[in-house]
């Protein structure tokens, strides 16, 4: 079958856009879905907290802990699905449709294979958490949790690659839909089991692998599909070097960022615990309320790397950068608004995920007070991500994620702690410290690889 048959009309027109159009109603039609997408999904998680706060503060503790572990593994197909949504979307941009088509169908195959040992760690859940330095009174509430949601990082490697390319092929409305019905179902199902049948953390999880396995059956029918070069076809998996190392060259530096970014937060989550298991949710609770303006620029990372590489496939590396300056805006923008509503209204926000505890609201004010000002510089620093994603500067990510975390968070919070007085209220300082320095590096980054590239291309 030719490629002008596989391509459909709507992908033929879509690549047309990307590439040729209005480069500010191309960030608006592509961005849009995706932090439409990445708002719900944190507006639902925060939904799951407030429900996880009605169980009671050792529930929000332990979702917490458990979830940066999570974070850890699920890095893996996190880190591949950036890789493949770049790799593809370059090679659609470029033109050349068979490599698009085996690219989808070897990282499907990819994440068959790297979903195995995650599903293997179920029977020694225990050990593992105790590995991973978990506190036993939070092992013993969480330990069936993280066995589910083991079962859940490893359906997620399907539908995040897939999310990935759907991205890639401009289906941003799709993605979308897709999870407000995810979205929809998990809420409804958590509700349910906790308000109705009383149920304890692990029926949270368990609600959340329902509503992923509704995703991952939507997905497979699309990715079933045989007349379309974004489907999955076993005699389209190739291992050749010149299909798959270009992904793997993205995707293992975006994988080891991840995956040390997750860890590292986590090592802060345990270096928390000596304050009490307490402050270690109100950490919790304030990463959420400031992931509610991070993750909407977040969105718009996700679809302005994708836009720049396919313009970078295509030779226009100029409308890559200049993709790149409306990122840059809009998430300043973003960034700015959320901080002030955030803080603003930030007494019914705590009180929200506090239930009657008024210390553990206090506690949560407290820390989130400080986290609240890096607002502006997190939108800095994923406008910058999505230019390194798509010009495949992905080892910079990995330092500027490991700066954050390891030269930026760990050590501050380490010499507060042995030198200082000041307390819990440390946790904060550090977060704030944190993601102000990392949108200021990377803002440096950002200068020093733009002349580059406009030096190499002679722009």
Not at 106 to 114: D, R, S
Not at 147 to 156: G, P, Y
Request: hydrophobic share 50%; net charge positive.
């Amino acid at each position: 079958m030719s490629d002008d048959k596989v391509l459909s009309q709507k992908d033929r027109q879509f690549r047309e856009f990307v590439l040729g159009g209005d480069m500010w109603k191309v960030i608006i039609s592509v961005c849009i879905p995706l932090a439409a997408y990445s708002g719900l999904l944190h507006i639902f998680k925060i939904i799951d907290t407030m429900i996880a706060a009605h169980i009671g503060t050792d529930a929000v503790s332990s979702i917490a802990y458990i979830s940066q572990i999570s974070f850890v593994i699920s890095a893996i197909g996190g880190g591949l699905a950036i890789g493949a949504g770049m790799k593809i979307s370059e090679a659609y941009g470029a033109g050349n449709y068979d490599l698009v088509r085996k690219r989808v169908s070897t990282v499907y195959f990819l994440c068959f294979i790297i979903s195995i040992p995650v599903l293997l760690v179920i029977p020694f859940t225990p050990e593992f958490l105790r590995l991973n330095g978990t506190p036993e009174e939070l092992i013993e509430a969480s330990g069936q949790y993280f066995a589910v949601e083991l079962i859940n990082i490893a359906v997620t490697f399907f539908t995040t690659v897939y999310i990935a390319v759907e991205r890639a092929r401009g289906n941003t409305k799709l993605i979308m839909w897709i999870n407000v019905v995810y979205l929809v179902i998990k809420s409804a199902l958590t509700a349910l089991f906790v308000y109705v049948m009383n149920g304890t953390v692990v029926m949270i999880a368990a609600a959340t692998l329902v509503a992923n396995l509704v995703m991952l059956l939507t997905a497979a029918v699309n990715m079933l599909k045989k007349d379309s070069i974004f489907g999955f076809s076993a005699s389209q998996i190739s291992m050749r070097k010149q299909v798959i190392m270009p992904v793997i060259n993205i995707s293992y530096p975006a994988v080891t960022e991840k995956a040390a970014f997750a860890y590292g937060k986590l090592i802060v989550n345990k270096m928390s615990t000596d304050y009490g298991t307490s402050v270690v949710g109100a950490l919790g609770v304030s990463n959420n309320i400031g992931g509610i303006a991070t993750q909407l620029q977040n969105g718009f990372q996700q679809g302005g790397a994708s836009v720049i590489s396919q313009n970078i496939g295509a030779g226009k590396n100029d409308r890559a950068l200049d993709a790149f300056k409306k990122l840059l805006i809009v998430n300043i923008v973003l960034g700015a608004v959320f901080m002030a509503l955030t803080l603003i209204f930030i007494d019914p926000l705590c009180g929200l995920f506090s239930g009657q505890d008024e210390q553990f609201r206090l506690l949560i004010k407290t820390v989130y007070g400080y986290e609240a000002l890096g607002a502006v510089t997190l939108g800095i620093n994923a406008a910058v991500m999505a230019l390194l994603y798509g010009f495949g500067y992905t080892k910079l990510t990995l330092v500027l994620n490991v700066m954050r975390v390891f030269v930026f968070r760990i050590p501050v919070l380490w010499f507060l702690q042995n030198f200082t007085d000041i307390g819990s209220e440390s946790v904060g300082i550090v977060m704030m410290v944190s993601n102000i320095s990392v949108g200021v590096c990377a803002g440096i980054v950002a200068f020093f690889v733009i002349r580059r590239i406009r030096k190499k291309e002679n722009l």
